[in-house]
Protein backbone atom coordinates (compact mmCIF):
# COMPACT_ATOMS: atom_id res chain seq x y z
CA UNK A 1 0.00 0.00 0.00
CA UNK A 2 1.51 3.58 -0.67
CA UNK A 3 0.85 6.26 1.51
CA UNK A 4 1.64 10.04 0.67
CA UNK A 5 2.70 11.97 4.37
CA UNK A 6 2.56 15.66 3.38
CA UNK A 7 4.53 18.49 5.85
CA UNK A 8 4.65 22.03 6.43
CA UNK A 9 1.30 23.57 5.93
CA UNK A 10 0.56 26.82 7.87
CA UNK A 11 -0.40 30.39 8.55
CA UNK A 12 1.98 32.68 7.48
CA UNK A 13 1.65 36.68 6.52
CA UNK A 14 1.60 37.82 2.92
CA UNK A 15 5.43 38.08 1.39
CA UNK A 16 6.33 35.18 3.42
CA UNK A 17 7.62 31.50 2.40
CA UNK A 18 6.78 27.92 3.12
CA UNK A 19 8.02 24.58 2.47
CA UNK A 20 5.56 21.56 1.72
CA UNK A 21 6.85 18.40 1.73
CA UNK A 22 6.04 15.04 0.89
CA UNK A 23 7.10 11.34 1.96
CA UNK A 24 5.67 8.30 -0.31
CA UNK A 25 5.98 5.31 2.24
CA UNK A 26 4.98 1.50 0.83
CA UNK A 27 6.52 -0.47 -1.37
CA UNK A 28 6.96 0.00 -5.29
CA UNK A 29 9.22 0.43 -8.06
CA UNK A 30 8.52 3.74 -9.47
CA UNK A 31 7.12 6.65 -9.70
CA UNK A 32 6.54 8.70 -12.61
CA UNK A 33 5.78 12.32 -11.62
CA UNK A 34 5.23 14.19 -8.27
CA UNK A 35 3.14 17.11 -7.41
CA UNK A 36 1.23 19.31 -5.86
CA UNK A 37 -2.31 20.34 -6.46
CA UNK A 38 -4.17 23.20 -4.70
CA UNK A 39 -7.92 24.00 -3.98
CA UNK A 40 -9.56 27.20 -2.46
CA UNK A 41 -12.90 26.91 -1.54
CA UNK A 42 -15.14 27.32 -3.97
CA UNK A 43 -13.22 26.38 -6.45
CA UNK A 44 -11.70 23.77 -8.49
CA UNK A 45 -8.46 21.51 -7.81
CA UNK A 46 -5.27 23.15 -9.71
CA UNK A 47 -2.01 22.03 -10.92
CA UNK A 48 0.29 24.33 -8.94
CA UNK A 49 3.66 22.11 -9.40
CA UNK A 50 4.75 18.98 -11.33
CA UNK A 51 8.32 17.05 -11.56
CA UNK A 52 8.85 13.94 -13.12
CA UNK A 53 11.71 11.18 -12.40
CA UNK A 54 13.85 12.97 -15.09
CA UNK A 55 13.71 16.24 -13.07
CA UNK A 56 11.38 18.28 -15.47
CA UNK A 57 9.17 20.56 -14.31
CA UNK A 58 5.84 22.14 -14.68
CA UNK A 59 4.28 25.22 -12.57
CA UNK A 60 1.04 26.95 -12.70
CA UNK A 61 1.70 30.47 -14.30
CA UNK A 62 0.33 32.48 -11.25
CA UNK A 63 3.48 31.06 -9.32
CA UNK A 64 6.61 30.92 -11.52
CA UNK A 65 8.92 32.89 -10.10
CA UNK A 66 7.92 32.50 -6.58
CA UNK A 67 7.56 28.98 -6.25
CA UNK A 68 10.36 25.86 -7.14
CA UNK A 69 9.40 21.98 -7.10
CA UNK A 70 11.97 19.86 -6.34
CA UNK A 71 12.27 15.85 -5.98
CA UNK A 72 14.43 13.24 -4.26
CA UNK A 73 14.35 10.22 -5.68
CA UNK A 74 16.24 8.48 -3.22
CA UNK A 75 14.12 9.11 -0.24
CA UNK A 76 11.30 9.31 -2.30
CA UNK A 77 10.29 13.04 -1.79
CA UNK A 78 8.72 15.99 -3.36
CA UNK A 79 8.75 19.61 -2.02
CA UNK A 80 7.57 22.69 -3.32
CA UNK A 81 9.14 25.60 -1.70
CA UNK A 82 6.73 28.93 -1.74
CA UNK A 83 8.28 31.92 -1.60
CA UNK A 84 6.53 36.11 -1.70
CA UNK A 85 3.01 34.66 -0.78
CA UNK A 86 -0.42 35.95 -1.66
CA UNK A 87 -3.68 35.52 -0.04
CA UNK A 88 -4.50 33.93 -3.28
CA UNK A 89 -2.17 31.19 -2.53
CA UNK A 90 -4.34 30.66 0.25
CA UNK A 91 -5.42 26.78 -0.40
CA UNK A 92 -5.37 23.44 0.73
CA UNK A 93 -2.53 21.73 -0.84
CA UNK A 94 -2.69 17.71 -1.69
CA UNK A 95 0.30 15.69 -3.10
CA UNK A 96 -0.17 13.84 -6.04
CA UNK A 97 1.69 10.95 -7.83
CA UNK A 98 1.45 9.40 -11.20
CA UNK A 99 2.39 6.26 -12.76
CA UNK A 100 3.70 4.54 -9.46
CA UNK A 101 4.27 0.96 -9.96
CA UNK A 102 4.61 -1.44 -7.46
CA UNK A 103 6.60 -3.59 -10.18
CA UNK A 104 8.26 -3.26 -13.33
CA UNK A 105 5.18 -4.93 -15.03
CA UNK A 106 2.70 -3.68 -12.78
CA UNK A 107 -0.09 -1.43 -14.00
CA UNK A 108 0.05 2.42 -12.88
CA UNK A 109 -1.56 4.01 -10.24
CA UNK A 110 -1.85 7.33 -8.81
CA UNK A 111 -2.28 8.62 -5.51
CA UNK A 112 -3.40 11.69 -3.41
CA UNK A 113 -2.01 12.79 0.24
CA UNK A 114 -5.31 14.35 2.48
CA UNK A 115 -4.09 17.81 1.57
CA UNK A 116 -2.50 20.24 4.10
CA UNK A 117 -3.91 23.91 4.82
CA UNK A 118 -1.56 26.74 3.76
CA UNK A 119 -3.26 30.65 4.91
CA UNK A 120 -1.52 33.79 3.48
CA UNK A 121 -2.90 37.11 5.35
CA UNK A 122 -2.53 40.29 4.04
Known amino acids: QVQLVESGGGLVQAGGSLTLSCEVL????????MGWYRQAPGSQRELVGS???????KLLDSVKGRFTISRDNSKNTVDLQMNSLKPDDTAVYYC????????????????WGQGTQVTVSS
Open 51 to 57: IIRDGTT
Open 26 to 33: GSFYSIHA
Open 96 to 111: NTEGVKKYSWSAESDY
